[in-house]
Structure formats: C-alpha cells, structure tokens
C-alpha cells in the first residue's frame, strides 16, 4: 500500500497526471488532498511567475532618438534591470511556494511518526496496566487525567518532543495496541490523517489545549477505527486547568 511519503515524492516529480494508485490514495487521505490542492495551486503560480521572466526577457520595441546613438547602453541597462527583478521576483514564489507547500501539519504529522521508531516496545499487546501512580505521574506536567473509559493503559512515558515533554501512552483496544500523545503545545486547525511508515493515524485539534494524536502500527486498523478510537480517548480526558 502506498504511504503519504511515495504519494508526496511522486507528486512533486510530476502532479499533473496521476496513475490509479496515487489517485486512490489522494481520495483515501486528507492530508494528502489537501497538500495536492496546494501543491497544484503552487505550480500555477509559478506558471505566472515563468511568463512574467520571460516576457522581461523580451526585447523592447526599437525606437528611433536621431542624434543619441549613446542612448542604447542605457536601454540596455534597464532591460538587465527589469529581467533581474522578475528573477528575484520568481525566486521569492518558489521559496514562498516550498514553504508554503510544506504545510507544519504535515510536518507535525512526520515528527510523530519519526518519534515512534524510537519506542518499538511499547507496543506488546498484553492486559497488564501500568500501576495508576506511573500514569498520574505521566499525564500531571500535561494537566490531564484520564479515565477509564479511555481502555486498559498498558504504557505510560514521559517524551521529549519539539521541546517539551509530552505523555506518551498505549491503550489496548480490541483493534490491538494504540498510541495516543498528547500534544498540549502543538496545535492543528482540523484533523489530520496520516498513512506513513507503517504508522496510520490521526492528530486531532482539542480546543484551548494543543491536540491529540492516535496511531496504530501495521494495516490491520483502518483510519476510520483509528478517528473512533481518538473520540472515544478524547470523552476520557478531563482538563484539570
């Protein structure tokens, strides 16, 4: 199955005619519509871009000025300066464009899976909790209790992530293991899907406190599980500030 990584590499290679399975994909996952739209939006613009460069490339109408012959070397300067600035003006879109393509959701959503191959334990699948006091003193710096509707906690860790430490718990569910993080400083404006590495996920916006990211590892939970299960986690925590 493709991930979001192939899609994005074979986009940006060429976005214009895409083969079954990158359409499939693109209908299958948010995130990866939403950076198709940007991404074709980003190469019209460049279009535009292009035709402004070339059109200052052109040569200006030729106009007779009898007895200024010294007159050219100007004309020709100002040619120069007027391509320059189109190129300059060019560069600016590209730069402004990659950036602008390069969505932080997506980023956010690649520094989540990237921080989960560096914990491949803590997906056992088992029915032994971590002890209540572990958990209280995992969620408290996040100002979040959980209760037990949430499931069987069976990992709990404090993680370093972009700067702060963030819960990171596994809850059994009856689709296997699922990671849940807890994001009190990084914010989404909508949910995001992801489908990358072997990691098929969710960060979800959680309103005055950051988000809230679910994943499971393998094919066997499909996004849909996975936005049910981040719901449910989320009818579980309660705010404590």
């Known amino acids: ?21 990158l359409r499939e994909h693109r209908d299958g996952c948010h995130e990866c519509t939403e950076f198709t739209g940007k991404l074709l939006s980003f190469e019209a613009r460049l279009k535009r871009a292009l035709r402004v ?15 200024r012959a010294k007159a050219a070397p100007r004309a020709t300067a100002y ?33 989540v899976v990237t921080h989960m191959g560096g914990e491949p334990g803590s ?14 003193s995992v969620l408290r710096d996040s100002h979040v209790t959980l209760a037990a509707g949430a499931g069987l906690v069976s990992y709990a860790s404090s993680c370093a992530f972009r700067g702060h430490r963030v819960p990171h718990l596994v809850i059994q569910t009856e689709s296997g293991p699922v990671t849940v993080m807890v ?36 094919p066997s939970t ?7 299960i981040a719901a449910q986690v989320l009818n579980s925590i309660t705010w404590t500030s």
């Open 123 to 136: 997906w056992l699948q088992t029915d032994v909790p971590v002890s209540g006091v572990e958990l209280q």
């Open 79 to 111: 040619r120069k300066g007027t391509f320059a600035m189109a190129a300059s003006v060019l560069l600016a879109v590209v730069v402004a464009g990659v950036l602008w393509v390069a969505a932080p959701g997506s980023s956010l959503a690649a520094d």
């Open 1 to 21: 199955m493709m991930d979001c990584t192939a899609y994005r590499r074979s986009m940006m290679a060429d976005p214009t005619d895409p083969d079954r399975e």
């Open 222 to 228: 499909d996004l849909k599980t996975v936005e049910l």
């Open 53 to 67: 460069t070339l059109s200052a490339e052109e040569p200006a109408a030729q106009t007779v000025v009898p007895l």
């Open 183 to 218: 994001l009190v400083h990084e914010g989404v404006r909508k949910p995001l899907r992801f489908d990358e590495q072997g990691y098929r996920g969710v960060i979800v916006p959680v309103a005055g406190h950051g988000s809230l990211a679910v994943l499971t590892h393998g």
